[in-house]
């Protein structure tokens, strides 16, 4: 848990966690769900342990838009239930824009990039 921390620490000192913004429960899922009624919406699933992962995070916090963060190590439920309602299988790292409550777009590990993802979500919007 403390490398957790340190690793969080560490990305707000050097200014990456701006537009992420905590996916930690399903309630908070629902809302974003909703939202993509009327916006594309991107969820990122990050794994802390991971160099992949780490990587894609580096890839993701260049994405000016918001960011919905799963950290896996704290919110693995909500990773499977985002799998459970788009059918889409769970990996980590992945990043999936929803637009009307359907993904358009997803990647996960190398395939995860900055310009990748805005692109997806300027065509989606």
């Known amino acids: 848990m403390f490398r957790i921390f340190k690793l969080l620490a560490l990305f707000r000192s050097q200014g990456m966690e701006k537009q992420f913004n905590s996916l930690a429960d399903t ?20 794994s802390t342990t991971c160099p992949i992962s780490s990587a894609a995070y580096r890839e993701m ?6 960011v919905a963060l799963v950290i896996m190590q704290k919110s693995r439920d909500v990773s499977n239930e ?4 788009t059918g889409i299988r769970h990996e980590s790292p992945q990043t999936l824009v929803l637009r009307n409550g359907e993904v358009v777009w997803s990647a996960s590990h190398f395939d995860i990039t900055s310009d990748g993802v805005t692109s997806a979500a300027r065509e989606n919007a």
Not at 27 to 46: C, G, N
Not at 61 to 66: F, G, H, L, M, Q
């Open 27 to 46: 309630k908070t899922l629902d809302e974003l769900i909703a939202r993509s009624h009327s916006e594309p919406v991107i969820l990122f699933k990050h």
């Open 61 to 66: 916090s260049k994405v000016t838009d918001e």
């Open 82 to 85: 985002i799998a459970k309602r």
